[in-house]
């Protein structure tokens, strides 16, 4: 990861970390954080923690999104300290809803010039962004709003598993992982295990990224904490219930960001720092998909 | 009979549901709204989540939107872009729960900002999935508690439309639709023809006055406004014994 980070991202970057609630990719957030990576642009339909600690470490300039909360529990205090405050920096904000940014990552994936969508209507956001426009359709009277690409110069996505040159399969929910792959120009994957191209093979449905659109392949178990992957761990509500608190406190952030993301080396150490009781407690029954038959055919 | 408001709204919520709705569900009340209607009235209820589940049948209340309960065990996991393309835009679903910091007259939500959009006096999440929800479902449900801030006559920034100025508003954007219900802790709203706002039934224990003090504009009652139903043994029953055990949003003692 430090590796990938180090020559993926640069400052000044647009970057997505991509993920819905599910497999958000915090160890490529802290490894950001720790190389002290400064104006980035952060793109991502639901901002969560690793945004907020993006933020709060000083690493961004601006926020391209559509909700920004910490689910399940209330706001993003960083985010809002940068917003209302301008604290520890300004935070421009580009505004969609989650279709309409949606909708804009996959323009920049399909190499168009706008994705149309019926979103916005009745709505004051598009008085706010210039990238949301009101367009006729060529062929009758209707008319919807169109969205610009959004090409984010680097995305990090995260699935379950991954062979060594990064055919990934993903189950669970999905997400933007897929369009925010194939939007971005550099593609960093991290899985929680690595797997033989054989498996990939075996269930080529489940494959959401493949080698040709990855740039650098991580190792990385684990990495999606306090977020959680699908079959292999829980997400840690008390971790986001936790940063709530620390959060709303400037100087409690730089306490924790101190012994969380500055004090452990790697995501290794910040797994054994958790501890193995935590682990535990994440960990799901199994409950395994019913085996396909894809036949062999000769 | 023993309930708390919020259990009581929940119920109210259930009941605005028919058994062959597809839902988008929110967390918290909503989500355990439908769970009552799936257990009682509306065993075919099909619940869809923002992140994509289909089909979701929550073991446990989920704490997020995209929980893992909700995908474990769900009909089908769309993408994004598919579930707000061809789910929600393209007209398949019926109902939508929607909540907000501020709700004016006419049904219009801001989740947005209070205050000026540059220069916030508070930054509130944004709109997420609302403005879409609130655009392309059949009816919207509104669950929120009810208080004079919460209940502008207008609000400081649109971020799902309601009825826009009224009923016309609306459907010269070319939106269908529209808010059905509001549901707070102290009565059930629904709109009139013009697309305003009214009581339509006020809570067991709810004063007029009550209402008229937490509503920032003078809002109508119905000339024959009722009471809301109050929840049954059997519904109690599910959201303590299995809903909602915790009492996460129930607030129970």
């Not at chain 1, 990552?105 to 969508?117: I, T, V």
């Not at chain 2, 809002?219 to 009471?227: H, K, L, M, N, V």
């Amino acid at each position: 990861m430090r590796d990938a980070i180090g020559h993926g991202v640069s400052d000044g970057d647009s970057v997505c970390l991509a993920g819905f609630t599910h497999l958000i990719p915090f160890a490529a957030g802290h490894e950001i954080i720790r190389q002290e990576k400064r104006d980035l642009e952060l793109i991502r339909a639901t901002p969560d923690l690793v945004y907020d600690q993006l933020i709060a470490a000083g690493c961004a300039r601006k926020a391209t999104f559509s909700w920004a909360g910490n689910p399940g529990v209330g706001s993003l205090p960083a985010f809002r300290r940068a917003v209302e405050d301008g604290v520890p920096t300004e935070l421009e904000l580009e505004e969609y809803t989650h279709f309409g940014l949606i909708a804009a990552l996959d323009a920049g994936a399909s190499n168009l010039p706008f994705a149309p969508l019926r979103g916005f209507i009745g709505s004051d956001l598009p008085d706010h962004n210039d990238n949301i426009a009101r367009i006729e359709s060529p062929f009758d009277d209707d008319d919807v709003y169109a969205v610009a690409p959004i090409e984010p110069d680097v995305a990090v996505v995260r699935a379950q598993r991954a062979d060594e040159t990064g055919n990934a399969h993903l189950w669970g929910i999905q997400g933007e992982v897929k369009i925010a792959a194939l939007a971005a120009e550099t593609v960093v994957l991290a899985v929680e295990e690595i797997c033989t191209e054989r498996t990939i093979r075996s269930d080529p449905n489940r494959t959401v990224v493949t080698s040709d659109d990855v740039d650098y392949v991580v190792h990385d178990p684990y990495g999606s904490h306090p977020s959680y992957a699908q079959g292999y761990y829980g997400r840690d509500n008390d971790a986001y219930i936790e940063w709530a608190e620390v959060a709303s406190d400037a100087d409690r952030v730089e306490a924790w960001l101190d012994e969380w993301v500055y004090g452990v080396e790697n995501r290794r150490e910040y797994i054994e720092k958790l501890g193995v009781d935590r682990l535990l407690e994440l960990e799901p029954d199994r409950d395994y998909a019913t085996p396909v038959d894809m036949g062999a055919y000769r | 009979m023993n309930y708390t408001n919020s259990e009581l709204m929940v119920v109210a919520a259930a009941r605005e549901l028919d058994n062959d709705d597809s839902v988008l569900v929110g967390i918290g009340k909503p989500n355990l709204a439908c769970n009552v209607a799936k257990r009682t009235h509306a065993p075919d209820l099909r619940m869809v989540y923002e992140s994509g589940t289909i089909g979701s049948n929550p073991s446990s209340p989920p704490l997020s939107i995209g929980d893992p309960v909700l995908a474990s065990g769900s009909v089908s996991i769309e993408p994004m872009r598919n579930s707000f393309n061809y789910h929600l835009q393209a007209g398949r679903l019926d109902v939508g729960f929607l909540g907000g910091a501020q709700i004016d007259k006419y049904g219009n939500i801001n989740s947005t900002v209070i205050g000026d959009y540059d220069d916030p006096t508070v930054r509130l999440p944004g709109s997420g999935g609302a403005c879409e929800i609130a655009g392309h479902v059949d009816r919207t449900l509104i669950v929120t508690p009810h208080s004079a801030r919460r209940f502008p006559e207008a609000v400081d920034f649109v971020t799902s439309p309601g009825y826009v100025d009224g009923r016309r508003g609306r459907e010269e954007l070319g939106l269908s639709g529209g808010p059905e219900a509001v549901i707070t802790d102290l009565a059930v709203c629904r709109f009139d023809d013009g697309g305003e706002m009214y009581v339509d039934a006020l809570h067991p224990t709810t004063t007029r006055e009550e209402v008229r003090a937490a509503t920032g504009w003078e809002i109508p009652f119905a000339d024959d406004y009722g009471r809301t139903s109050e929840p049954t043994d059997e519904e109690v029953r599910l959201i303590r014994e299995e809903l909602d055990p915790d009492g996460l949003y129930t607030d129970r003692e």
